[in-house]
């Protein structure tokens, strides 16, 4: 008996090993087959691993409310607060217990901000020889973690809904956001609660629409129309709603602006209806003229000063074309005036010179109006002239003596050349352009000599005669168009040189003296010379940014001192020494 003892106890051996292995093989299922499974349910559902809390495997609506990333086979939790959610709801079961219970405050991937209460349970399962849990979470409404169109592809249908500039935004059937695209989101974010127009406790049938005033996310105030269809299910049975709302602010003003425009159309035809008999008498009775044109340029009526203002031969227009009684050229310029009144319907006022019957030229004002026609709606334009011809004239008086004005406060009354104030702009305007051409600029700086004692001896009308003949002498000298020539004050010129070296300023400078020696007028009473003398200072610069247009003025003023110093009648530059005048 005792030698079979050991050969039965290895076969009792063998057959619990067996066994074992056999019972673990039933209990274990690929996780192939569980993703498979879970895969295929619309609820959501993942496979939890029980020693970590790692996601073995997700489905669709899983993934959507705990923000999962998937890459290849590996399941990643994104947010914090979805890693803390399933933390929590597994905290503390001890398995192979299963459980179930209600559990508040799910949010969904659509919307963060929506309370969910939902269902949560977990089955104990090996997998691939380790322990986990299925964890499932089935919503207390069918609606709360369905997704819209389920039978198409998801990540499809989100990104057309995305694309879209819509908002769209699902509800379910207490009221609740579970989706709503990015145009959405964007529009709304911080103020979710404002983009839900239409709550549970309303009754919600069909298909209704309405709009509202609200402020988009720059601060505008806008319109927007929100249509709502209903969603039902297989049985149709209403599980939640679909809103798509728009801008309508746009269509809005336009529909104002187009109202508008046809009440003022209508007032104005009724009034045309009403007053017909007045409007002819005031054709009639009105010197100024009146016409009226359709379209197609055929005169509808006008007074005679109308007739008499587009040269026609007699006063009645009616029924004639405007093609044969104007010359084309002036007809083509009419129609292009014509088309802001024509085509919008604006009102627009001009000035025409016009030629009458007798060969006279006449000013007119016009005012084109479009006008319609209430009994077949023919548009045209209505014209109203007013004879102007008085004030062009007067216009014309007030511009010359402006432009005379403005050319005396410019030139110097005695000399006929610049003046001072002349003078200092010009040089303003030169110094400015040397500096960016880096050009040289010259100023010569005059001074008739021994002034005063002529002006005693010879009387105040022989000295401003001088002054004359010295200033028609620089005029001589100077003839290039930029060159400038000014009475600085007194017996004091001013002469600029633009783009001229120093060297080519004394060339000038000695041609004045020259000429004035040759015009010879006398100066018994100076001390230089028997006749009229000028002493000249000679300056140039290359301006530079920064740098003052005084300093060339400075320069010059102390070259034409040092002149006089050295005896008058000379020529010094600010660079060269003192040089006589020949």
């Given amino acids: ?150 039978e198409n592809d998801s990540q499809i249908f989100r990104s057309v809904i995305n694309s879209l500039a819509e908002l769209v935004c699902f509800q379910d059937r207490q009221g609740r956001i579970v989706g709503s695209n990015v145009a959405f989101d964007r529009f709304w974010k911080g103020r979710e609660e404002e983009g839900v127009f239409f709550s549970a406790q309303e009754e919600i049938e069909g298909r209704r629409t309405q709009q509202s005033w609200t402020t988009n996310p720059n601060g505008d105030s806008c319109l927007l129309e929100t249509s709502q269809t209903v969603l039902r299910d297989d049985n149709h049975v209403i599980y939640g709603t679909l809103s798509i709302s728009h801008d309508v602010t746009n269509w809005h003003m336009m529909r104002q602006v187009m109202e508008q425009e046809i009440e003022a159309r209508q007032e104005v035809e009724q009034q045309l209806k009403k007053h017909s008999n007045v409007l002819t008498s005031i054709f009639k009775a009105s010197v100024d003229p009146i016409g009226i044109y359709n379209k197609d340029y055929e005169f509808l009526g006008g007074n005679a000063a109308f007739a008499e203002a587009m040269g026609a031969m007699h006063d009645d227009l009616e029924g004639e074309h405007a093609a044969d009684l104007m010359d084309p050229e002036i007809l083509a310029q009419h129609q292009k005036i014509d088309h802001p009144v024509l085509d919008n319907g604006e009102t627009i006022k001009y000035e025409d010179l016009v030629m009458k019957r007798d060969g006279s030229q006449v000013w007119y004002e016009l005012t084109k109006t479009q006008f319609s026609d209430p009994t077949d709606e023919t548009i045209g334009v209505l014209v109203i002239a007013r004879d102007v011809t008085a004030r062009k004239a007067t216009q014309q008086e007030l511009a010359d003596a402006i432009m005379e004005l403005e050319e005396l406060s410019f030139v110097d009354g005695l000399t006929k050349v610049a003046n001072r104030r002349s003078f200092d702009e010009q040089l303003v305007k030169m110094w400015q352009s040397h500096i960016r051409e880096q050009e040289p600029l010259s100023l010569i700086l005059c001074d008739i000599d021994y002034f005063k004692p002529y002006n005693d001896n010879y009387g105040h009308q022989q000295g401003d005669e001088a002054l004359r003949r010295v200033a028609q002498v620089f005029q001589n000298v100077i003839r290039r168009p930029l060159d400038a020539v000014a009475r600085y004050g007194g017996e004091e010129f001013a002469i600029l040189l633009p783009s001229t070296t120093e060297q080519g300023a004394l060339v000038v400078a000695e041609n004045i003296s020259h000429e004035l020696t040759l015009a010879g007028m006398p100066h018994a009473f100076s001390a230089v010379s028997e006749a009229l003398t000028l002493s000249q200072g000679v300056a140039t610069l290359r301006p530079q940014a920064g740098q003052d247009y005084g300093d060339l003025v400075s320069m010059a003023d102390r070259a034409l001192y040092r002149a006089k110093n050295a005896g008058r009648d000379q020529i010094a530059s600010a660079s060269q020494t003192v040089k006589e005048t020949v």
Avoid at 48 to 75: C, K, P, T
Avoid at 122 to 136: D, F, K
């Fill in 1 to 150: 008996m005792s030698e079979w003892m050991p050969i039965a106890v290895l076969m009792l051996s063998v057959i619990f090993f067996l066994g074992s292995f056999w019972v673990s093989r039933r209990r274990v299922v690929s996780a192939k087959t569980w993703q498979a499974y879970l895969a295929n349910l619309h609820s959501p559902k993942a496979m939890v691993s029980e020693s970590d809390g790692s996601i073995l495997y997700a489905n669709r609506s899983f993934v959507r409310l705990f923000n999962i990333s998937q890459h290849n086979n590996s399941f990643h939790i994104d947010g914090d607060r979805e890693r803390k959610t399933i933390d929590t709801l597994l905290a503390n079961r001890r398995w192979p217990l299963p459980f179930i219970e209600v559990t508040p405050d799910f949010r969904s991937g659509f919307d963060k901000h929506a309370r969910r209460n939902a269902r949560f349970s977990g089955l104990p399962v090996w997998c691939n020889g380790q322990r986990a849990w299925i964890v499932s979470l089935e919503p207390e409404s069918d609606s709360v973690y369905s997704e819209p169109f389920v």
